[in-house]
């Protein structure tokens, strides 16, 4: 029932998932990991809403590019029956673990407007620490409003048609 209620049943609402997950993602792991680097000042969040945009847009591509990949990883680890939870934790995990790959990179360069070395040669001491950020916003915060607002779609959905239904049946 929770597959059925709490995830994207078409295109359509995959796209609203994705964008709800996208812009508080973005909004939260971005600034806090740029204040980890470099101070928590005001000046430093003013300097990431200026880049923000252009993260998330990046941050889209790669949802699009490591969906699948994601989805095959978490089927390796999982069993189908396995219950809900345990289904969107370790998907959040791979999607995260993948994403969080390129991201340290990606968003390094977007952030510093720079292409350099310095987020290759610092992965190792950097990754860490974003993927600990992400993981912890994906799950705790940015997923569970994303499928909130999909319950409550899909059941004031459901019961519009429920009622419909019932309601041509007694004309009938």
């Known amino acids: 029932m929770d597959f059925f209620m709490k995830l994207p049943r078409s295109k359509k609402e995959f796209a609203l998932f994705m964008a709800i997950v996208s812009v508080i993602s973005v909004n939260i792991i971005a600034p806090l990991i740029t204040c980890f680097e470099v101070g928590f000042h005001f000046s430093v969040w ?20 490591t969906y699948k990949p994601a989805q095959w ?7 189908k029956n396995d219950s809900f939870n345990s289904h969107i934790t370790i ?4 999607t995260v673990l993948m994403m969080s790959v390129f991201l ?7 952030g510093c407007r720079d292409i350099s070395l310095f987020p290759v040669t610092h992965f ?15 799950l705790l915060i940015a997923q569970p409003i994303a499928r909130k607002v999909l319950f409550i779609i899909h059941s004031s959905h459901d019961a519009k048609n429920s009622s419909t239904a019932f309601s041509s049946q007694n004309a009938a």
């Open 124 to 138: 190792f001491f950097k990754w860490p620490r974003n993927f600990a950020v992400s993981f912890g916003v994906e």
């Open 91 to 94: 998907n959040i995990l791979c």
């Open 73 to 79: 990883l978490t089927s390796k680890i999982i069993d």
């Open 46 to 65: 003013l300097d990431v809403l200026h880049v923000i945009p252009f993260i998330w847009l990046a941050v889209i591509a790669l949802v699009l590019l």
């Open 104 to 110: 340290t990179v990606i968003g390094t360069w977007i």
